[in-house]
């Protein structure tokens, strides 16, 4: 299935050359058939000589439905550009013509309309202007025909003609990543909400769930057709109508895109090549004011120029967009520039990062990459893309964290089918230029700045607290602006090679309120205290077990030994701290929580004075007590009493002893 568009200037007979090769008026609208011209796209389809069926996207030709003209040319595989062989060459067909070379469309055809109406030297005049215009153009090897919608003169060399060039095409790309740029919303008595447009990139089935983006509301193919047959599966490059289920027409609008469930992600960022018109009225400034048009997608956006102070007419650069509302764009995605006023269009690129950074300008490493992203083979996109992925990227740069990429999140970022991404992967990894981290695949370069830092982060942990366990884990994860399920493929892999180990965080029996929270430290690595500081946990520890249910508060703790000796026996799990201010030694700690266990075993209930009583201590002490095993669930308050929690029988599983005493009573 193939797309063919028209383009040229209003009145040299697109639609009627249209529907003398279909059958079918491409003007729906009653306004067009009043006016006798066409205002939006048009739709038709036809059956070539050869077999070929291809679908043709009228488009209009007046300057003031120029936004209407770029809905319809994304997709498409050819152009039909047209051009009345009595007036030749016109604004509109110069613009529809760089329109047309901006969005890189590979092939076409020039048909001269009217050729019946003026003779054949004028007629060699027209065409030699015409093929001086599209010399600099990709289409510049296009056939020219002179054609008569009217007495069909040239009309059977145009269909042979455009069967030849569309027989020459690749093969339009499936990889399993379908999108549907609406051009078209309406609903139909009794089936809903229609929505038409050229699909690419993959396939879609009947009774799928899809995706409408930007907006990301979830809804259900019903039914689809081609060309008015109802059709199970749509392919590459076809144009389909969707019938969506439970989706109002309001919802959807010209310039949406229709994809599987997460498969894309709208940006408002993205870098770009892009190239100014030779014949733009003035240079390109930075931070100036465009309307980005791709797809069927119309976007204000600002253009930060990165490589130039101001880009001039018939150059090129290097851009940041920073788009208005959010779009859906993937790699090399080609788009037309607009200025708003005077209204004109200046210029076009191609997109060639969709998730970058902000980036600063003339930055040579930035340029290098962005350079390596839209010259470089599939493979060393797949390496640039994990290459950009820094250590000590900013927090969220990319769904990995900053670091590496799961597959499927590698393969949309390079515009690639997951099957020849994972190939790619496999080749990297055998010649050690990539690592694959759990799920993720990180480049081997930035692994090692990975390792690097870790090992940074850490070693200066220990020297500034040399009697501390480790870093704690999790400021580890965060300062690495790694995602917890990265975080967690890391550190597996850092301790099997033995790069850092973890330690524990003391707990309570398992029911600490940091349970699953830990330290990280080098291997080997274990505090030590220099000979005054042994002497403070001489004394400290002395204090705490002369009165270990009355113990001295933090505050006068860090009196006796410094804050940090006392933060280290926490660590240690020397210390218990309860509250915000409150420490026990460890062996006092786990005896009141036997004796309120016992006790509650043994009586069911328990109060605060009762506790109080039993342990010989005050309700300043007591009442944190009892609250930190509510905390644990090891109790459970009701009303003013305890009673033993879902946690108690962790600490105190058998119970049998208990039991057959109250039986006994």
Not at 144 to 173: C, F, K, N
Not at 259 to 270: E, K, N, S, T
Not at 584 to 609: C, D, I, N, P, S
């Amino acid at each position: 299935m193939s797309c063919i568009g028209t383009a040229g200037h209003i009145d040299h007979g697109k639609s009627t050359l249209v529907q003398a090769l279909t059958g079918i008026d491409p003007d729906r609208l009653a306004e067009e058939k009043a006016r006798g011209m066409t205002i939006d796209l048009g739709f038709a389809w036809l059956t070539l000589p050869g077999g070929r069926e291809v679908s043709i996207v009228d488009v209009p030709g007046h300057e003031s439905f120029i936004k209407n003209m770029l809905a319809g040319t994304g997709g498409i595989d050819a152009a039909l550009l047209v051009v009345a062989a009595d007036e030749g060459i016109m604004p509109q067909t110069r613009e529809h013509l760089a329109i047309l070379d901006l969005l890189r469309v590979p092939r076409g055809v020039v048909a001269l309309t009217k050729a019946d109406l003026v003779d054949e030297e004028w007629l060699e005049l027209v065409r030699e202007e015409v093929s001086a215009q599209l010399r600099p153009t990709t289409l510049a090897q296009a056939p020219i025909l002179p054609v008569s919608s009217y007495t069909r003169e040239g009309l059977p060399e145009l269909l042979s003609t455009l069967d030849r060039i569309l027989s020459e095409e690749e093969v339009r790309q499936d990889i399993a990543r379908p999108r549907l740029f609406v051009d078209r919303v309406f609903t139909l008595t009794g089936f809903g909400t229609v929505v038409t447009g050229t699909l690419l990139d993959g396939t879609l089935r009947v009774g799928q769930e899809v995706e409408i983006l930007p907006a990301g509301l979830r809804t259900r193919i019903r039914g689809m057709q081609t060309h008015k047959q109802a059709v199970e599966v749509a392919r590459p490059g076809s144009r389909v109508a969707l019938n969506l289920a439970n989706i109002a027409r309001s919802d959807v609008r010209r310039g949406d895109v229709v994809a599987l469930p997460g498969q894309l992600r709208p940006v408002q960022l993205f870098d770009a090549r892009i190239r100014l018109l030779p014949d733009a009225p003035r240079p390109l400034t930075h931070n100036t004011e465009v309307e980005v048009f791709s797809g069927s997608q119309e976007i204000p956006a600002k253009v930060r120029l990165l490589d130039v102070e101001t880009l001039q007419p018939g150059a090129s650069a290097w851009a940041q967009f920073r788009l208005s509302r959010p779009a859906v764009l993937v790699r090399r995605d080609p788009f037309v520039l607009r200025i708003p006023s005077p209204s004109m269009t200046i210029g076009g690129g191609e997109v060639v990062d969709t998730r970058p950074r902000y980036h600063r300008r003339f930055q040579a490493s930035v340029l290098e990459t962005l350079e390596q992203m839209l010259h470089g083979t599939p493979e060393d996109l797949v390496l640039a893309a994990l290459e950009t992925r820094r250590v000590g990227a900013k927090k969220g740069a990319s769904a990995s964290g900053g670091k590496g990429y799961e597959l499927r999140d590698l393969a949309r970022q390079c515009n690639l089918a997951e099957d020849v991404t994972q190939q790619i992967c496999d080749t990297l990894l055998s010649e050690r230029r990539v690592r694959k981290i759990g799920n993720f695949w990180v480049a081997q370069t930035v692994w090692e700045a990975l390792v690097e830092e870790s090992v940074r982060l850490v070693s200066d942990f220990h020297r500034r607290y040399p009697l501390r366990s480790g870093l704690s884990k999790e400021e580890w994860r965060t300062r690495l602006h790694l995602t917890p399920r990265l975080a967690a493929d890391v550190f597996a892999t850092l301790q099997r090679e033995g790069v850092l180990e973890q330690g524990e965080i003391p707990g309570t029996g398992g029911l600490s309120e940091t349970r699953g929270a830990g330290t990280v430290h080098l291997p080997g690595y274990a505090p030590q205290y220099t000979e005054q500081q042994k002497k403070q946990v001489v004394q400290l520890l002395e204090r705490f077990r002369a009165s270990p249910f009355t113990p001295p508060t933090r505050a006068e703790a860090e009196k006796i030994a410094e804050a940090e000796v006392v933060t280290a026996l926490i660590e240690q799990g020397v210390l218990v701290k309860i509250g915000d201010g409150l420490l026990f030694l460890r062996e006092t700690y786990e005896e009141m929580l036997r004796k309120v266990l016992t006790y509650l075993y043994q009586h069911g209930t328990m109060t605060v004075a009762e506790a109080r009583d039993l342990l010989g201590t005050t309700r300043k002490y007591i009442l944190p007590v009892l609250e930190h095993m509510d905390i644990l669930r090891i109790t459970r308050r009701n009303g003013d009493e305890r009673v033993p929690g879902p946690n108690a029988a962790l600490l105190v599983p058998d119970q049998s002893e208990f039991l057959e005493r109250k039986e006994e009573k």
